[in-house]
């Protein structure tokens, strides 16, 4: 695979980790946008709805916690790019949380099916890419180079 131009030690790309870090960045730049979007109708028409979940602070927390897993979903993909191992794992809980809302959504009412199709078919490419992508090429350049300095025995005593 061709290199990304980078000079950290996953600078090489895999079609895994390109798919699953751009499935994670749109997912985040829609979080954010939807968090934008609940924000500009909240100040421009008002906050409507039932008295339960129509209160100011509310709508704030909405706002705040759609922000914030979007900027952790870009914070995800960048580090799916750069293939860091930490970034796994909080991208499949990602693509699994996706999946809860996109199944019910495709399945449901006729006027949110086409969201839970969009939803359900980016967060299973998501999954997919990563379990049919193998192993990372980014792990084997960090991964020490001889069986000697994996098992510490080049270490002085």
Request: glycine residues 14%.
């Given at each position: 695979m061709?290199?990304?131009g980078r000079d950290y030690p996953g600078a090489m790309a895999s079609a895994a980790r390109v798919i699953s870090s751009a499935v994670a960045g749109?997912?985040?730049?829609?979080?954010l946008g939807y968090a934008a979007s609940i924000a500009v109708?909240?100040?421009t028409s008002g906050i409507a709805g039932p008295a339960?979940?129509?209160s100011p602070s509310g709508v704030v927390v909405e706002i705040v916690t759609f922000a914030l897993?979007?900027?952790g979903l870009v914070v995800?993909?960048?580090g799916r790019w750069r293939g860091h191992g930490w970034a796994t794992i909080p991208f499949v809980v990602a693509q699994l949380l996706a999946l809860t809302v996109g199944v019910p959504l495709a399945t449901g009412a006729t006027e949110g099916r086409a969201a839970g199709y969009l939803i359900t078919a980016?967060?299973?490419l998501?999954?997919?890419s990563l379990f049919l992508g193998g192993r990372d090429p980014a792990w084997e350049v960090t991964d020490a180079s001889s069986p000697q300095e994996r098992d510490g025995d080049h270490l002085e005593r």
């Open positions: 061709p290199s990304l749109a997912e985040g730049l829609g979080l109708v909240a100040v339960e979940v129509s897993l979007g900027a995800v993909a960048v980016v967060a299973v998501g999954l997919v």
